[in-house]
């Protein structure tokens, strides 16, 4: 790679290394380790494929694509073996805003959805992407989107009791 396009996606890489970290610990409902192995994969594909990224219009929403992508692509082939458990580690708070218990009800709520409308309430609701946008990173059709989203924002209703208002105040 050219010194002048290791030194763009260098620049890339720290300006949305972190963003691409909450998002992929959102998509694993808190699995710190995973997330930092997802965002560590993502950068590794867009270094290769730099040439070709820095030259599109929009090489961060590529990035959260390729994020995307590679956690739907990990739960695809998650071993049987692994079993999730209830029992959170010891964690010093999140650089001391917000409410932890929120936050973690919150993550355990995601957590227990399905990893497909998991990914499709971080794109549509933490990412804020359309529902075209979200159906491309997802390799789905926009009315599959609307479904899970629909699915997912329920199930989460079931989860956090109605009053999803209360929660998104804070």
């Given at each position: 790679m050219r010194q002048g396009r290791a030194d763009g996606y260098a620049e890339f890489a720290s300006a949305r290394a972190g963003h691409l970290y909450r998002s992929a610990c959102l998509l694993t409902a808190g699995d710190t380790h995973l997330a930092e192995d997802l965002v560590q994969e993502t950068l590794g594909r867009l270094y290769v494929r730099w040439g070709r990224v820095s030259r599109v219009g929009n090489p961060a929403g590529y990035a959260q694509t390729v994020l995307t992508r590679t956690f739907l692509a990990h739960q695809r082939r998650r071993s049987s073996t692994e079993r999730a458990t209830d029992v959170l580690p010891d964690r010093a708070v999140y650089g001391g805003h917000g409410d932890v218990s929120l936050r973690l009800t919150l993550l355990e709520a995601l957590g227990?959805?399905?990893?497909?409308?998991?990914?499709?309430?971080?794109?549509?609701?933490?990412?804020?992407?359309?529902?075209?946008?979200?159906?491309?990173?997802?390799?789905?059709?926009?009315?599959?989107?609307?479904?899970?989203?629909?699915?997912?924002?329920?199930?989460?209703?079931?989860?956090?009791?109605?009053?999803?208002?209360?929660?998104?105040?804070?």
């Open positions: 227990r959805l399905p990893a497909k409308d998991r990914a499709v309430v971080v794109l549509r609701y933490w990412e804020d992407r359309s529902i075209e946008e979200t159906a491309d990173a997802m390799n789905a059709s926009s009315a599959a989107v609307r479904t899970r989203c629909s699915r997912a924002l329920g199930r989460l209703r079931e989860l956090l009791g109605e009053d999803l208002g209360e929660y998104a105040a804070h």
